[in-house]
């Protein structure tokens, strides 16, 4: 969409044929809904009836947030799309821009000549090969990325996963927005969208995944009851699930190289991280941009393609850095480490510091204005923790 925008020829090729689901957790953060705003698309999703989500309840083993995040530019809700919704709003809009779109197009072969990406060959449902050319082929194709095996995309700053996911939709409850992980290495999260329906989804370590399996319904249910038992007696009597469970046991959180000659990676293809924190597909709007304006100087002239999908690479790896630590840390589900456990702690006393907090988790408050040496004076100041009780380095 961004690419047909600033007028050059762009082919999208998918395996699916939209209206289509993916397994996802529709959460979007203030971040991305600034990007869908700012392209023109947020009213859509707001039309298509997916509800506005104004508070958010967040806990990690005993400790609490309760508030929002400050709006910003207008962004004083988020929304969980579900992807049925979601995908075509996008797919429809790149056609708009004028580009092409192949549904149903499944790729099997990058194509290369002396060393440089040329195009793909695939083929459009049951119909007969094709190959197709192009001065930049972008792999926007998940953790299993085609065009990343294909082109031996490595791996680096790899972390181990921590758990597995199971999700589905439920009718019957008005929880809003909940994000609550218990002392049992259990987390689970609910969240209101379309079609007056809740997702709820459920992470447990890897260790739980033999038990959980033998009765799924039966270790959906627990989780609620372990982490919350009010919420758990309310889903026993008055959820209805609506739609099977969507298992997802996730790999381990990485970064891959994501550029090389004549081909580039965006989204779960180049960057994962454990689904805990909900930033795959704002980070994938990002990512998206930022791609779309570095090729768009390749393609104009304006500077050499390798260096610009090098610096791509290089700056999307330094704006993500601060969520896939977060990320990574938070996703094991164990004991908080003792930095986070003493700020988030004293920044649960606060509505002011809650609110900033969850404005830093949303992507719309830099990270100084809470971990900077004198705003965490501050807020240990206002919060009244005592001197022996501060931690400073986020090592610790």
């Given at each position: 969409m961004l690419l047909a925008r600033l007028g050059h020829r762009v082919l999208v090729v998918d395996r699916s044929s939209f209206p289509s689901d993916s397994v996802s957790t529709?959460?979007?953060?203030?971040?991305?809904?600034?990007?869908?705003?700012?392209?023109?698309?947020?009213?859509?999703?707001?039309?298509?009836?997916?509800?506005?989500?104004r508070k958010m309840h967040y806990a990690y083993r005993g400790v609490e947030l309760n508030g929002f995040a400050d709006p910003v530019d207008g962004i004083d809700a988020v929304y969980c799309p579900r992807r049925t919704v979601l995908d075509e709003i996008l797919v429809n809009a790149a056609r708009r821009a004028g580009a092409e779109v192949l549904e149903g197009f499944t790729v099997t072969e990058v194509l290369a000549s002396g060393g440089q990406v040329t195009g793909i060959r695939g083929r459009e449902g049951d119909g007969p090969e094709r190959e197709l050319r192009a001065t930049v082929v972008v792999g926007a194709d998940g953790f299993h990325s085609t065009v990343a095996k294909k082109v031996g995309a490595e791996l680096y700053n790899v972390r181990p996963a921590a758990g597995f996911t199971y999700y589905s939709y439920y009718s019957g409850l008005d929880w809003g927005l909940h994000h609550k992980n218990g002392l049992n290495e259990r987390w689970f999260g609910t969240w209101p969208t379309n079609d007056g329906l809740n997702m709820l989804a459920v992470i447990c370590t890897r260790r739980q995944l033999k038990e959980f399996r033998q009765d799924v319904e039966a270790g959906f249910q627990a989780v609620f009851d372990d982490v919350a038992p009010e919420m758990g007696a309310q889903l026993r009597d008055s959820g209805r699930r609506e739609e099977d469970f969507r298992p997802m046991r996730f790999p381990d959180n990485y970064y891959r190289r994501s550029h090389g000659p004549g081909w580039a990676l965006v989204g779960d293809a180049g960057y994962h991280k454990d689904p805990y924190t909900g930033w795959g597909m704002t980070d994938a709007f990002l990512h998206g941009e930022l791609l779309a304006e570095r090729i768009h100087q390749?393609?104009?002239?304006?500077?050499?393609?390798?260096?610009?999908?090098?610096?791509?690479?290089?700056?999307?790896?330094?704006?993500?850095?601060?969520?896939?630590?977060f990320t990574t840390t938070l996703g094991s589900l164990t004991e908080l480490p003792p930095f986070f456990k003493a700020t988030m702690r004293a920044m649960s006393t606060s509505q002011e510091w809650t609110n900033k907090m969850l404005g830093l988790i949303g992507g719309v408050v830099p990270d100084y204005e809470i971990y900077a040496p004198e705003a965490l004076e501050r807020l240990y100041d206002d919060a009244g923790v005592p001197q022996e009780e501060r931690v400073y380095d986020p090592t610790a």
């Open positions: 529709h959460y979007i953060h203030q971040a991305g809904l600034l990007k869908l705003q700012e392209w023109g698309l947020l009213d859509e999703i707001v039309a298509a009836g997916t509800p506005a989500i390749g393609l104009a002239g304006e500077r050499p393609m390798e260096d610009a999908l090098a610096e791509y690479n290089k700056v999307r790896d330094e704006e993500s850095a601060g969520v896939y630590d």
